[in-house]
């Protein structure tokens, strides 16, 4: 693939990628993220792949960086997802201790 076609298609993602996120409103935005985890996960595998044929090592560097931040941004992904399902989990209460038990 020439460079034209790949630049093409890096700044049509952009546009996309800035519409997509600025329609959704941010009560939605949290429950969301594990859709767009999946989405994520999909981006860094074709980040992989595009780096895989890559020939020249300004493409194999820009593809790794892209690949790190991707890996980044996945995992931060599940993280927040992790920590939001925990808000909604039922608190357990405190263990208490019997009084006058057997020493």
């Keep these: 693939m020439d460079g034209i076609a790949l630049l093409t298609i890096f700044v049509l993602s952009i546009f996309v990628g800035l519409e997509v996120v600025s329609k959704v409103s941010?009560?939605?935005?949290?429950?969301?993220?594990?859709?767009?985890?999946?989405?994520?996960?999909?981006?860094?595998?074709?980040?992989?792949?595009?780096?895989?044929?890559?020939?020249?090592?300004?493409?194999?560097?820009?593809?790794?960086?892209?690949?790190?931040?991707?890996?980044?941004?996945?995992?931060?992904?599940?993280v927040v997802t992790d920590r939001m399902l925990e808000m909604f989990k039922p608190k357990r209460p405190a263990p208490t201790e019997k009084a006058g038990g057997s020493a």
């Excluded at 999946?38 to 690949?67: D, F, K, N, R, Y």
């Design 26 to 78: 941010t009560v939605l935005h949290t429950p969301l993220m594990s859709g767009a985890n999946a989405i994520h996960g999909i981006v860094l595998l074709g980040g992989i792949i595009v780096t895989g044929s890559a020939e020249h090592p300004l493409e194999i560097t820009l593809g790794v960086i892209a690949i790190l931040l991707g890996s980044i941004n996945l995992v931060g992904g599940f």
